[in-house]
Each structure stands twice: as C-alpha cells, then as structure tokens.
C-alpha cells in the first residue's frame, strides 16, 4: 500500500543551518518521504536584486557559494559536487546574459531557479549525513510541467502525469519548488509561493497519502494575527473553505495550493518546524458533514457598485456581458447581488477605477457605495447567521449580506472599526468551540 508524504519545507524553516537538523528529526520514520524545497531564506530576493543590479552582481556567486557551504560544509568535496559546480556557473551565466539584455526572459529564470537547485544540493547533502538516502531532482528533470512560457500560474498535471514516473522516486529525493518545464521547453516560474503548489501537484501526480506544509506558523487561524487579535489555530477546513479562505485574506495558503487535492482526496497539513504537536496543525480534506462558523475572512475596504435596467430580460444579457468583460480585464469582484433589474457589485476600492469606466463602457451611471470591509464567515450556517444578526443589532455595525454557499457567508460591512467587529466574530467562535467540546 502507498503511504508516501510530500513534505515542503519554505524558505522560513532554511534560515540557519540547524534548521536541516530539524528537518532530518521531523521526517526521521517516514521511509517513503519525498522533500519539495524552496530557496535558503532570503536567497530569492537576492537573485532579483543582482538581476536589477550589476554592480551587486559581481559579488552574488562568491556570497551564495559560502553561505550554503556553510549550511552543509563538505557539500563542494562530495559526490555531489559537480552538480554545485555547474549550479554556480550557470548561475554566473545568466547573470552575464542579464548584463547584456536585462529583458532576457530565459536568463532571469535561470538565474532565480538558481536558489532551489543549491537548497535541494544542501538539504540532500546534509540528510545523507543523517543516513537517508537522499539525492537532489531539478522539477524539470521529472517532468514537472508549466501551463505557460516563463511565467506560469499551475503545474500542467495532465502533461506533467506523462512524463513523471513515480516509481523512479525511490529513496528521500529532494526536489526543486516553485519552477518547472514551460510549454516552449525552457524553464517557467511559478507566481511566487508557488512551491507550495509544486508539492500539492507532485502530491496528486503520485498519488501520494498526504501533504505536510512545514512553516513558521502552527496553522492557519481563525482570524489573520494582522488584526492584531490573538485567536486559535483551525483545526480542520474542507478544501472549499480553505480556497474560500485564502481568497479573502490568509496569506498562508494560496487556492492553487489545493487544487490538486481535491479529485483524489488527499489531505495537507499545515505546521510549525519547531511546534509541531497534534493539536497545532490545521488539516485541510474532503467535506464534514457537520457545518459550523470556525473563521473568518476580511477584506478591508470594498466599494459596491449599484446598477439598474428597467427590462429585466435586457438587463439579465447585459449582466452576462458585463461580468465576461470584467473578467477579461481581470477585474475580481467579491459579490453580486441581481434581482428584476437590479444588481449590486462588490469590489475591492482598488478595482473600482477599472470596474467603473467597463460599466460605463456599457450605458450604466452606478451608484457607489464605500463599506469598511467584506468579511467572509467560514463554515457559517443558518444558527450562526441568526446570532451574528442578534450580536450585531446591538452595536454600531450594519451588515448587509451577500451570497452564500455550503462553505462560507460572505457579508459587507458598515461601521468604524473592523478589528472590533472582528472581536466580536472571534468571541462568538470560541464560545461555539466551547459548546461543541461540552458536547462531545
């Protein structure tokens, strides 16, 4: 039986050469490992700075070549060292190429790919010290694949599914994140964070058991600490409340990141490298039948945009136009509200410009209305929405909701302060988290 685990460790747990200790401990047991990697901390931000700036650049190899020797001394005498090698002169190469032509597309993704080649050399190196058998794979030598030409959004699973074999991943292989195979056969890069998406795809092309996200977070929780608001770790999300949720505000995972999961049902945990107890962990998989509000999502400032036809067939075509439109002009918007030739619009006030002038393309005056936030409530069900409807009434906020699904409500609103609006949602929380634990 297959109990294989991707494990993806970021650029947050490759800080300090002990980190890889660390690393070693936490996959020490699993026999069927497989490690998708990020670049050292920092290293990618440097290799875009040395792409802007030659004079930075002339220093840059020497720079990289000792910190990772630092990270795994020895690694430039071992029998990976010629793959060390080759990684610093190309790394050199692409940096004499971007001197030359600074638009040289194939040149720059060489140069950042560059970062995961000498992490994936390193965590390789010193997990055979530790007695893995472990071995460093570029993403592209396995047929990891790109829907685009340089820059990509999503691993092409039906292409990448005919070039990558599972069986030739034996042993503890430590693959390169973030980049891939381009359609043109040159290098892709993945937006960025996407190294996460490279270890869910990876993960459905082996049809692995499950997925470990190792961060410097315990989990995702139920309301993002930018509020300034200590709340909880979330201990489950189906995977449409987690899309739902990175949507709207967590910048822990991306919705690409579970795509992957979803067809073959394969499950992703989220934990800390140094606190890494069961109870700290937010496991992402299939639907629960049970539905309950466990956090929420807040999208400060958003504009509604209202709009009205008076033939209600005409004005249901030219909705149908319009949100083609806005999609074509990569407009997001966040809600809709249509009813017998009225519709509303929510959209976040930096797209609103855009959002105007394509209404306006269309013969329509919308009138505007400024809200101090959307809020989306993960896992809200008809009891949550009545006693955010009874909590709410007393207080200064006016809450107008939007559309809802079986994963998340989502609700625009009005008031002064949205921190305290959502202190209020996290108190409501943990007083229901309370009850379901009295209850089991």
């Known amino acids: 039986m297959n109990h294989r685990i991707i494990h993806k460790f970021g650029g947050s747990c490759l800080r300090e050469p002990g980190d890889i200790d660390k690393i070693a401990e936490v996959i020490q047991g699993d026999h069927q490992s497989i490690l998708v990697v990020s670049a ?24 990289l070549s000792k910190q990772h020797l630092r990270f795994a001394p020895g690694l430039d005498d071992s029998k990976n060292a010629h793959l060390f ?13 971007l001197a030359q032509d600074p638009d040289d597309q194939s040149a720059l993704n060489q140069l950042l790919a560059s970062g995961e080649r000498l992490s994936a050399l390193v965590v390789a190196h010193r997990l055979q010290e530790y007695g893995f058998d472990a071995y460093p794979l570029g993403a592209e030598d396995i047929g990891i694949t790109l829907d685009g030409n340089y820059q990509a959004n999503h691993v092409d699973l039906q292409a990448s599914s005919t070039k990558l074999d599972p069986d030739s991943l034996h042993g503890t292989p430590v693959i390169t994140g973030w980049f891939g195979e381009g359609k043109n056969n040159d290098i892709a890069i993945l937006s960025r964070g996407g190294s996460d998406h490279s270890a869910t795809a990876i993960a459905h092309l082996i049809n692995a058991d499950r997925v470990i996200l190792w961060k410097d977070v315990p989990g995702i929780f139920t309301i993002n600490p930018r509020w ?39 499950s992703l945990e989220v934990r ?29 400032n958003v504009m509604s945009l209202g709009f009205s036809h008076h033939h209600v067939d005409a004005h249901q075509r030219q909705l149908v136009k319009l949100l083609g439109e806005l999609a074509q002009n990569e407009v997001h918007w966040w809600g809709l509200e249509s009813r017998l030739g009225d519709s509303r619009l929510i959209v976040s006030q930096h797209d609103m410009h855009r959002a105007a002038s394509i209404l306006e393309r269309f013969d329509l005056q919308p009138h505007y209305h400024h809200h101090l936030g959307l809020l989306s409530l993960i896992g809200c069900n008809e009891q949550d929405v009545e006693a955010i409807n009874a909590m709410f009434a007393a207080t200064e906020f006016e809450l107008t909701w939007l559309n809802q699904t079986s994963s998340a409500a989502r609700v625009a609103i009005d008031g002064e302060d949205l921190s305290k609006a959502l202190q209020l949602l996290h108190g409501l929380i943990q007083d229901q988290h309370q009850a379901l634990l009295e209850q089991h």
């Open 228 to 266: 300034g608001i200590r709340s909880e770790t979330i201990p489950y999300l189906d995977y449409q409340e987690a899309i739902e949720l990175s949507l709207m505000d967590t910048p822990v995972l991306h919705p690409s990141t579970i795509e992957p999961l979803i067809e073959p049902n394969i």
């Open 85 to 97: 090698s080759m990684v610093l002169h190309n790394l050199k190469d692409a940096l004499r190429l």
């Open 272 to 300: 800390h490298l140094y606190h890494a107890t069961e109870g700290q962990r937010t496991v992402v998989g299939p639907k629960l039948p049970e539905k309950h509000l466990k956090a929420v999502g807040c999208l400060p």
């Open 40 to 63: 050292l901390w920092g290293t990618t931000d440097r290799l875009y700075r040395a792409a802007k700036d030659p004079r930075y650049a002339s220093r840059l190899v020497q720079d």
